[in-house]
């Protein structure tokens, strides 16, 4: 079965610090990956995604990139803010005849010091 | 569009009574979702519908849940009789699903559901 693996949180960051949230996946066939954000009382928001290997997406600063041979989708940001406090979850979706449930990994909070 | 729609935002409810949170999905949708996130087990997914048929219910943890979608914009998912380990915070999504195309769900802002 699919499965999505983020490392473990709270990871804690000063202003302007650089940003990896690792994200590792099992999946069967050729999945979609994604990037969705949650703040505070808030559902989830796509932060970005990428649907075949070597695609980056990106948004907002943050980046990303489709990783079939490490079958990986690690987030980065060069510069956190404040502002970017939230949790962050890595998801996968298989290509299939119709639409599909997402399959998440467990968040990871990210909290960002000024 | 106002985007997903879910009711009520916080329910609290005593032991043994009947809960039932709705949703409204994006107007044109065809895929619903319902997910339920605790802090021990993150985010699950219960159940999907594609144009309003139940395709997987194989997250509903037991018969006590039920989800129904009686027509493309609304669709509620029941508790009967609810238990305190039913307190988390349960989203809705929806998605335009085509085939062999990736998907991207647009979340509700959530239920939170206290069961005292």
């Known amino acids: 079965g699919n499965s999505v693996t983020q490392m473990e949180g709270p990871v804690t960051l000063s202003e302007e610090a650089f940003l990896t949230i690792n994200c590792t996946y099992t999946?069967?066939?050729?999945?979609?990956l994604f990037w969705y954000v949650q703040y505070p009382g808030e559902g989830l928001q796509l932060l970005l995604k990428a649907t075949k290997a070597d695609d980056k997406g990106s948004n907002k600063g943050f980046e990303a990139t489709y990783r079939k041979e490490t079958t990986s989708f690690h987030l980065e940001k060069g510069s956190v803010q404040v502002s970017d406090s939230a949790v962050y979850f890595c998801?996968?979706?298989?290509?299939?005849?119709?639409?599909?449930?997402?399959?998440f990994g467990k968040g990871t909070h990210l909290i960002i010091q000024p | 569009d106002a985007g997903v729609i879910q009711s009520p935002r916080h329910e609290v409810t005593e032991m043994g009574q009947e809960v039932t949170l709705r949703c409204k999905p994006i107007?044109?949708?065809?895929?619903l979702f319902w997910y339920r996130q605790t802090m021990m087990r993150g985010l699950e997914l219960l159940i999907y519908?594609?144009?309003?048929?139940?395709?997987?219910d194989s997250g509903m943890p037991e018969d006590r849940f039920s989800a129904k979608m009686p027509n493309a914009s609304f669709s509620t998912l029941k508790i009967q009789p609810s238990e305190p380990r039913d307190s988390a915070v349960y989203f809705c999504a929806s998605s335009l699903g085509v085939p062999g195309g990736s998907t991207e769900a647009f979340f509700g802002q959530g239920t939170r559901l206290t069961v005292v």
């Open positions: 999946a069967t066939g050729y999945p979609s």
């Open positions: 107007s044109g949708h065809n895929s």
């Open positions: 998801a996968l979706s298989d290509h299939g005849g119709g639409a599909d449930g997402l399959t």
């Open positions: 519908f594609n144009n309003n048929v139940p395709i997987d």
